[in-house]
C-alpha cells in the first residue's frame, strides 16, 4: 500500500526552518539543514518548495502573519511600536528578516501588510491620510527598526535597551503630536500673516 502524504509537512518543514532561524539566522538556513531539522529528506523540501527562496518567502509569511496576529488586537499606534519591541527582543533574528523584507517590499512597490495595517491605525488614531500619513508610518517604522536594533545589541534587560526603549517612545509621541490634526492647525495659523 503506498504512503499517503503528510498533511503537515510543509508546517513542520516551515517550522523548522523558524527554529533555524531563531537559533542561528538567516545563513544557517538551507534546504539540507532545513530537512535535518524536520526529521525529512531534501528531496522532500525540494517536493513542496522549489528552491531556497520560496521556502524563504513561506518563512516570511509565516513571520508577517504573527506579526500581524500580534498589531491587529492593538488600536493605537503607541500600543503597536510598543508590542513591535517586544517581539523584536523576543525573537531578534525574526526581526532582521522582517526589517529586510520590509525594505526590499518597500522599494519594490510590494503588499506589505503590517505597514499597511500601521497606516490604517495612523488614519484612525489622527485622521491624516494619504501621503502625510504614509510619511508618518515611515517614520513610525524607522524608529521602531532602529530601535528594536539598538535594543537587541545593547542586550534586551540593559539600562542601555531601557533608555532607547524610553527615549524613542518620547519620540514617538512627539512625532504623532506633529501630525495630529491640532497640531496642524497651530501650524497653518503661525503661516498665516497676523492682521494689523
Known amino acids: 500500500m503506498p504512503r499517503l502524504p503528510d498533511p503537515e ?8 526552518a523558524l527554529r533555524l532561524l531563531d537559533r542561528g539566522g ?3 538556513i538551507t534546504m539540507r539543514s532545513v530537512a535535518r531539522e524536520a526529521g525529512t529528506t531534501t ?3 525540494y517536493g513542496r518548495f522549489s528552491d531556497r527562496d520560496r521556502l524563504m518567502e513561506t518563512l516570511v509569511d509565516h513571520i508577517t502573519n504573527d506579526i500581524m496576529a500580534m498589531l491587529r488586537r492593538k488600536t493605537d499606534v503607541e500600543a503597536m511600536f510598543r508590542e513591535y519591541l517586544r517581539y523584536s527582543q523576543a525573537h531578534p533574528l525574526r526581526m532582521n528578516l522582517s526589517v529586510t523584507t520590509f525594505g526590499r517590499r518597500f522599494v519594490a512597490g510590494e ?13 484612525e488614531q489622527l485622521g491624516v491620510r494619504g501621503r ?4 508618518l508610518a515611515l517614520a513610525v517604522a524607522s524608529l521602531a527598526f532602529g530601535t528594536a536594533q539598538g535594543m537587541i545589541a545593547a542586550g534586551s534587560d540593559t539600562r542601555h535597551a531601557g533608555q532607547l526603549r524610553r527615549s524613542s517612545l518620547r ?14 492647525a497651530r501650524q497653518a495659523s503661525a503661516r498665516r500673516p497676523a492682521n494689523h
Open 132 to 135: 502625510e500619513c504614509q510619511d
Open 111 to 123: 503588499e506589505m501588510p503590517a505597514f499597511e495595517l500601521l497606516m490604517a491605525r495612523i488614519s
Open 26 to 28: 538567516e545563513a544557517v
Open 43 to 45: 528531496p522532500t523540501i
Open 171 to 184: 519620540a514617538l509621541r512627539m512625532l504623532v503630536a506633529a501630525f495630529s490634526p491640532a497640531q496642524a
Open 9 to 16: 509537512l510543509e508546517a513542520r518543514i516551515v517550522a523548522a
